[in-house]
């Protein structure tokens, strides 16, 4: 008999609660409190470096489209949270991320990274990043080495894709999909339609 001892989509995700700085101050953040909406886990190793700037500012920058798909963002490293209240502090051209349009959760007792399995052999989170859905299930993951930031836009194609075929039980969507295009129905008969339109 197989045995699972990891996450993976169409699990619940692990509940948590930790301290997240956002607006400049410190606040208490579960993850139950946002059931009921779309919410963007964004794991990264630390603050302060290289890569993991680039990304929290490029989520930030395109926090009101995210908003607008009913969705949120957490961004959690094993920094503490007065080290995220720093890097905060420190506007982008002084090498901070200046003012963020969503909380930054520090996870120092590394808890909440390995109960998502991306806490790595040096006790860093790795790239993780997860999209769960208004029910707390895990619909997506995607994990990068250290080296390789993600992309927001394919995050944003990936959170619409979810929410259309949530919406749409019968169809799926193809490579690629893009609002607008057309989808495929799940039944046999029917997705050749699909497939004799490509």
């Known amino acids: 008999m197989l045995t699972k001892n990891f996450l993976q989509v169409g699990d619940k995700a692990p509940n948590f609660s930790a301290t ?65 209240l720093a890097w905060m502090q420190l506007d982008r051209e002084s090498g901070g991320v200046g003012d963020l349009r969503y909380p930054l959760v520090s996870d120092l007792r590394k808890e909440i990274s390995l109960s998502f399995n991306v806490l790595n052999d040096e006790g860093k989170s790795l790239r993780g990043l997860f999209i769960i859905d208004r029910e707390g299930i895990i619909q997506h993951y995607l994990v990068n080495s250290l080296d390789v930031g993600r992309s ?45 339109s490509i």
Not at 46 to 65: G, H, K, R
Not at 169 to 175: I, L
Request: net charge negative.
């Open 20 to 84: 997240a700085v956002y607006e400049q101050e410190f606040k208490q953040i579960r993850l139950s409190d946002y059931l009921g909406k779309y919410l963007i886990l964004l794991f990264y190793p630390l603050d302060f470096t290289f890569v993991c700037p680039t990304e929290i500012m490029a989520f930030s920058d395109m926090y009101d489209q995210i908003k607008s798909l009913d969705a949120e963002i957490l961004g959690i490293s094993v920094d503490s949270e007065y080290c995220h």
């Open 152 to 196: 927001v836009d394919e995050t944003i194609r990936t959170l619409r894709a979810i929410q259309y075929v949530q919406s749409h039980p019968d169809e799926v969507c193809p490579a690629n999909w893009q609002p607008g295009q057309s989808a495929i129905n799940s039944s046999l008969n029917h997705s050749k339609e699909y497939f004799q």
